[in-house]
């Protein structure tokens, strides 16, 4: 079908026929390097005869969007060159990486980072076989490609990291080609709404191209099978102009992909000068491409009788079995042949130098962007001095607050100082999650239109850095992409639907880990920092829906070396935790912590010294330290989360008042990962450290914000295990009071107190008395809560009596 674009690309060919020859023979040069990549493991430049022997066993690479990235990577080089462009180049189709991989090889960048795959015939042979070979690199754009912040081993993603590249990099442009295929996932289709938010002042540019080659793995994608009007009215209806490159042609395509970047450049720029130079920043309708080829274009067009250029066949590997097949080995020999691979590199396999002119120069090479290796051009945040929020604790449990709301006046101090690399992502739950403090300092991104009703409280404003949209898959997108460049961030959501980025937050956690331990020269980066509030345990009207404390058993099963995870219980805690996060490089940080009113426990001193540990004995809460003798305590209650350490402290008040000779050692947990043993995890306790303060062989009753067995996970090789009795979140509830709730999963104080007389063999039926008095206030609270709807005033009203 015919595209017919809104704006007409000029029908002028910009290429003259010198230009059009060097380009068509620089792209020649990368398809060749892209199929060498995909089958050959020797014989880089088809010196003789291609023998099976020379060919790739494991033929894992995919060659279906190849041809197309790498000629839209070798055109936005022209126009680098041309205009001194600062650019950025996100692959999103799925496997693409010989598209990307070869026109960086072809600049020189690869072979000054890895100088053994250098620029010859031999370096050649080593990157050939290198490619989805075992021990080396993968089929899609990993971190060890430079210039790569986006690997697109899961799809999705490319347009949300190429906004987040954009925000606050007012002359970067970043070119984001989105696959077709990756045009149908949840958080693409999502991702297209980022035109809302980029701000042409302050901002950079996202030039987005749906490369639009027909064709998944096996079956053909929506956007190329609906009519040219459809097609092109979703796009404006997104808010963009599109501008159609459509063909197969090689010499036509290299003259409409010509003009249509010199338009869809000139009018960024046209724009972006607009709006500085009135100082108004209005949303315009950003140009964006429709780029449609045949899949597997230039290969070959038939395989053993089947089509394979133009359809799906062409996804994967074209010719799967050269090994066996004297025919198909002929056929691949004959399809490297045809791009003429000595026309294009000398006898050394050394690309010729006028087409090693083509490239641009040192950093402005796409591969060599600094901004695409963040940690280079990442500066460290001015963050205020975090005891000054502290809230004033003159006994432990007695003053309440809400936690967040304190961080939330940290936080608008930490933007209010960095208001040029530093914003704060949630999905329309800023001021829900009490962090409204920050719209003291700015406001919430917004290019849309304004009503004079907004005025009243809405806190809209183009200049606005709290990027607020009700996409958790956008969100985090931006943030990674703004993380990946060099900045900071805080990511916050309610707990339960942290889940929506579950498979985010692992791929990013794989790019942490792969960059820390196996790419040293990439910088390292501010971490990705997720606070979660409105949590399973305050849930009084939201219900059933909004209890879900897994996320966090999700971050335990990524790498423990830049996986960590906090739950302070009080605002204190929460401060020293925000800060340590905020200046921490290279890990994904998870802070669990609500938003209600909790009591506050630690004075700041001793909050710092609490969290520095991740670990502690409240000496205050305990009674088992008696006197100068050595003594060991009857029972360990130890807990982990606020509203789980708040139950706890009841519980045990409760057991110093009816056992008074009962000796309680209490514990309480931020840091989880201090649970596991220290070979599992670096901020795991030692079995000596673990057994000093739980003692080898005395019962724990470990009262957990999450579900209970994933302390079980964490402790299973600590001594005794039987002897941990962990109680959590069990899948029980609806609309229910605190307290309800808590009782319903038996975290509550009076089951904490009868599972300590169960555990502890000194009670025995000593204890019976008082097991039954607890077992009726659990019967007299349920039904005062069926009554008034609410928990009784000694219930909510409840201090540390000690």
């Not at 060890?144 to 490319?158: C, N, V």
């Not at 209650?637 to 008042?657: F, H, K, V, Y």
């Amino acid at each position: 079908m015919t595209l017919t674009p809104t704006k007409p690309v000029s029908s002028q060919t910009p290429l003259s026929p010198d230009e059009l020859q060097k380009i068509h023979a620089y792209w020649r040069a990368a398809n060749y390097l892209a199929v060498g990549m995909i089958y050959l493991k020797a014989n880089p430049l088809l010196k003789e005869p291609l023998k099976p022997e020379q060919v790739k066993k494991r033929l894992l690479g995919h060659w279906g969007s190849s041809p197309g990235l790498s000629f839209l990577y070798i055109h936005l080089n022209r126009l680098i060159k041309k205009y001194d462009l600062n650019a950025l180049y996100i692959a999103g189709p799925g496997h693409g990486a010989p598209g990307v991989l070869a026109p960086v090889y072809l600049e020189g960048t690869y072979s000054e980072i890895y100088p053994d795959k250098s620029e010859d015939e031999e370096g050649m042979r080593k990157f050939f076989k290198q490619f989805s070979f075992p021990g080396h690199i993968g089929s899609h754009v990993t971190p060890e490609t430079p210039g790569s912040i986006h690997e697109g081993g899961e799809l999705g993603y490319s347009l949300s990291h190429a906004f987040g590249a954009a925000y606050d990099n007012p002359d970067l442009i970043v070119a984001a080609v989105v696959g077709d295929g990756e045009a149908e996932t949840g958080p693409l289709a999502t991702a297209w709404h980022s035109n809302k938010y980029l701000n042409p002042i302050r901002d950079g540019a996202v030039l987005p191209i749906l490369h639009l080659n027909g064709y998944k793995i096996a079956n053909p994608t929506l956007l190329s099978r609906i009519s040219a009007e459809e097609l092109e009215s979703l796009f404006r209806g997104y808010g963009y102009t599109p501008y159609v490159v459509e063909g197969s042609d090689p010499e036509a395509m290299h003259q409409k992909m010509a003009a249509t970047y010199e338009e869809c450049i000139a009018e960024i720029r046209r724009v972006q000068q607009e709006a500085r130079q009135s100082g108004v920043a209005t949303r315009p309708r950003w140009p964006m491409i429709i780029f449609r080829t045949p899949k597997g274009w230039t290969g070959p067009e038939k395989v053993n009788g089947h089509k394979v250029e133009g359809f799906w066949r062409a996804h994967q590997v074209p010719l799967a079995d050269v090994h066996k097949n004297p025919e198909n080995l002929k056929q691949l020999e004959a399809w490297m042949k045809s791009y003429k691979p000595e026309e294009l590199f000398d006898e050394n396999g050394t690309l010729i130098p006028e087409l090693k002119e083509l490239a641009p120069k040192n950093h402005r090479r796409m591969s060599a962007n600094p901004i695409s290796n963040g940690g280079l051009v990442r500066k460290d945040l001015k963050l205020p001095e975090f005891r000054n929020y502290a809230v004033d604790i003159p006994s432990p449990g007695h003053v309440e607050v809400e936690n967040t709301r304190i961080m939330g006046e940290f936080l608008r101090d930490v933007m209010r100082n960095n208001m040029t690399n530093f914003r704060v992502f949630g999905p329309d739950e800023t001021a829900s999650n009490r962090l409204g403090a920050l719209y003291e300092v700015t406001q919430k991104a917004w290019m849309g239109e304004i009503l004079p009703e907004d005025a009243d409280g809405s806190l809209l404003s183009p200049d606005g850095r709290v990027m607020e949209m009700l996409s958790e898959h956008t969100l985090e997108g931006w943030l990674e992409g703004y993380l990946l460049t060099g900045r900071h961030g805080l990511f916050h959501t309610y707990e339960a639907f942290a889940h929506v980025i579950d498979s985010m937050f692992n791929q990013h956690a794989k790019w942490l880990d792969i960059s820390k331990h196996e790419v040293s020269w990439r910088a390292p980066l501010s971490s990705l920092n997720i606070l979660l509030s409105s949590v399973v345990w305050r849930q009084d009207h939201n219900g059933f829906s909004h209890q879900d404390p897994g996320f966090i058993d999700l971050v335990t099963n990524k790498s423990a070396e830049v996986t960590r995870i906090y739950l302070p219980p009080d605002a204190n805690c929460l401060l020293s935790v925000t800060d340590h996060c905020l200046r921490s490089k290279n890990y994904v940080n998870v802070i669990v912590a609500d938003k209600q009113k909790h009591l506050q426990y630690l004075s700041m001193e001793d909050a710092i010294a609490h969290c520095t540990k991740g670990i502690g004995i409240w000496e205050w809460a305990s009674n088992d330290d008696c006197g100068k003798e050595p003594d060991e305590p009857d029972v360990i209650m130890a807990c982990c989360g606020d509203i789980p350490t708040m139950e706890s402290l009841a519980a045990t008040a409760i057991l110093r008042e009816e056992f008074p000779h009962i000796k309680v050692r209490f514990i309480n947990v931020v840091d989880l990962f201090r649970m596991q043993s220290e070979g599992e995890h670096p901020h795991g306790l030692s079995n000596r450290d673990f057994d000093s303060l739980f003692t080898p062989d005395k019962p724990v009753i470990f009262n957990f914000h999450g579900y209970p067995w994933l302390i079980h996970k964490l402790t299973y090789r600590r001594s005794n295990q039987e002897r941990i009795h962990v109680r959590g979140y069990k899948e029980q509830g609806n609309i229910n009071t605190p307290l309800e709730l808590a009782i319903r999963n038996q975290i509550d104080r009076f089951n904490l107190v009868i599972d300590v007389i169960d555990r502890v063999p000194k009670l025995g039926s000593a204890g019976a008395y008082v097991k039954e008095r607890m077992k009726n206030e659990i019967i007299n609270n349920l039904h005062y809560v069926l009554e008034h709807g609410t928990d009784k005033p000694e219930i909510t009203n409840w201090k540390w009596p000690y």
